[in-house]
């Protein structure tokens, strides 16, 4: 069983940034690819970013190449989504999740998942 809890997020005028960090209970962190999804108001959930066991592999939607980062510490059991210059389709609740399989995560599917911070991005 792993528990998940998202910070950082809030509220930023576009071309901003934020940090976000999703924290991991347990002592297995580094078996799971980690993973970052979004949702948007009266859409689906999204991929947005992921990272591999080791931290060797990342993965991103188009929309946000360039823009977001992300980044783990297994030793701090903490997954990272370093978010610049910001635009207002941006704005959507992030959920950090993890996987076992690394092509699962990347596919839109979750072993676990966060509760979901929010982040919103004004024009």
């Known amino acids: 069983q792993v528990q998940l809890v998202e910070s950082g997020g809030g509220l930023v005028q576009a071309g901003g940034s934020l940090r976000l960090s999703c924290a991991a209970s347990g002592r297995t962190f580094s078996i799971y690819t980690m993973g970052w999804f979004r949702r948007s108001p009266g859409k689906e959930r999204d991929f947005v970013a992921a990272i591999s066991r080791a931290g060797g592999r990342t993965y991103y939607t188009d929309s946000v190449k360039g823009r977001f980062t992300i980044s783990r510490n297994n030793a701090k059991n903490t997954v990272y989504l370093q978010m610049n210059s910001l635009k207002p389709e941006d704005t959507a609740v992030y959920y950090c999740?993890?996987?076992?399989?690394?092509?699962?995560?990347?596919?839109?599917?979750?072993?676990?998942w966060g509760q979901g911070t929010q982040v919103t991005v004004s024009s």
């Open positions: 999740a993890a996987a076992l399989n690394e092509q699962k995560l990347v596919g839109g599917s979750g072993d676990y």
